[in-house]
């Protein structure tokens, strides 16, 4: 019986090419659903492996690879950069710009590592494809754009994702963080949190700063918002539950004595529970409402920015994983650990199915770097830099391991053409 461990052997061709691949997407990054030349390179590697390729959600990727009759599993890369200017030093850094929705040009980084992600999908598809005498079954690759905006699951659900591709029994994901390169954590039950994000619009009535009798004051009256806000969770929320609420950005007048007609904040929130949203979003309605209307102004205008699902891992699954990762990365490089309060639009795909998914974390920075007097840069700083090695082979082994644990196996595939035969 072949294992997962078969197709483990990276020649130093295959090294190469994965660290040129990976070179090529770092410099070339694009802001979320915008990644057509991305889409594109994606695209030609899959078809020079033979790969049946579509477009889904307007810059999504699908390929797939077809192996006789067995499982089908699905795996899934996300490929969208981040308005940030980068500052890593590195030969291949990025000098890309971008523009963002409201016209505004902004350079682009992969901060996130989602270039990590994407050359180690192409590196999978690759040895799946040159070892099919070793499997069975059909592995359904998912280039997705638009994650950090939330926006290109939902897009590739709604072009019928999974009308066109073949629809998976599990489908796998994973993350590069600032862990510890060669090492892979996995939850079981909840991997992250759901975050909503809102902006807030507070009206008032503008003046001249002398005249405050004559002002509804936006500013003092978005202070008392945010102020209170904080209560939602000191005294809302189970000091056994989980949550988060986040006033990123706020804004309001031009001039130091003009008092303005209105003023804006933004604000992020980041829960475990389905209850707990629910109740903190209730909550900043309600408080939001309450204080405008405390202060004789009109309603607050709230518009959603973004809203990110759950990211459950099946906890079966999650066991059978750990179990595999152990067996062929050590068992000290495999951690089941707690779910942390990132957010990730992965649990569209598989919930849009109803079948189940697991998402980990492998980590992307040396034990000097782990070590050294300051943490290492994270995920969204213009410093994210991971290794290349040995991020980028564990990325292929964690993702092969996932998949053949779950494909069939090419005594399967024997066993069912020589039922077809007889």
């Known amino acids: 019986m072949t294992t997962a461990t078969t197709v483990f052997k990276l020649s130093t061709t295959h090294t190469t090419e994965m660290h040129e691949i990976y070179k090529h997407l770092h410099a070339h990054p694009e802001l979320s659903m915008q990644e057509a030349r991305t889409a594109a390179y994606i695209r030609e590697r899959l078809d020079h492996l ?39 030093g590195l030969e291949y850094a990025s000098t890309a710009t971008g ?41 359904v690759f998912i280039f997705q754009p638009g994650e950090e905006t939330a ?18 029994s599990i489908i796998y994901g994973q993350h590069v963080w600032p862990g510890l390169a060669g090492t892979v954590n996995v939850s079981k039950g909840t991997a992250m949190a759901m975050a909503d994000s809102w902006k ?21 009256l978005g ?30 007048g031009l001039k ?9 904040f933004t604000l992020n929130v980041r829960t475990f529970d389905q209850d707990v949203r629910k109740m903190v979003l209730g909550s900043l309605r309600r408080i939001i409402a309450a204080e405008a209307d405390a202060s ?55 919930e849009a199915l109803g079948v189940p998914s697991v998402y980990w974390f492998f980590g992307g920075h040396s034990q000097h770097q782990i070590e050294g007097e300051a943490p290492p840069a ?17 990325g292929v082994h964690a993702a092969v391991t996932a998949l053949r644990s779950t494909l069939g196996t090419a005594e399967r595939r024997t066993a069912h053409q020589q039922d077809l035969r007889s």
């Open 200 to 220: 807030v619009t507070v009206h008032g009535k503008q003046s001249h700063g002398s005249q405050p009798e004559d002002s509804i004051d936006p500013i003092v």
């Open 256 to 264: 130091e004595n003009i008092i303005p007609a209105s003023a804006e």
């Open 378 to 394: 994270g995920n969204h700083s213009p410093f994210f830099a991971p290794v290349l090695e040995p991020t980028l082979t564990t």
């Open 50 to 88: 033979g790969l049946e390729t579509f477009i889904c959600g307007g810059t999504g990727v699908v390929g797939v690879l077809r192996n006789g009759a067995g499982p089908v599993v699905g795996y899934r890369a996300d490929t969208d950069g981040l308005p940030i200017q980068e500052d890593t």
């Open 296 to 350: 004789g102004a009109p309603a607050p205008v709230i518009e959603e920015i973004s809203s990110f699902p759950r990211c459950y891992n099946d906890p079966s699954s999650a066991e059978n994983l750990i179990a595999a990762l152990a067996d062929v990365l050590g068992e000290e490089a495999v951690h089941e650990t707690p779910p942390v309060m990132g957010s990730e639009d992965f649990g569209t795909l598989a």
């Open 223 to 252: 202070a008392h918002m945010v102020v209170r806000i904080q209560t939602i969770v000191s005294r809302q929320v189970h000091p056994m539950s989980s949550a988060v609420v986040t006033i990123g950005t706020f804004h309001g």
């Open 99 to 139: 523009t963002l929705p409201d016209g505004t040009e902004v350079p682009v980084m992969h901060g996130c590592g989602h270039d990590t992600h994407i050359t180690v999908g192409l590196t999978v598809a690759k040895l799946l494809a040159e070892s099919r005498h070793e499997w069975a079954g059909t592995a």
């Open 151 to 168: 926006a290109g699951a939902k897009a590739m659900v709604d072009d019928g994702l999974w009308d066109k591709a073949p629809k998976p």
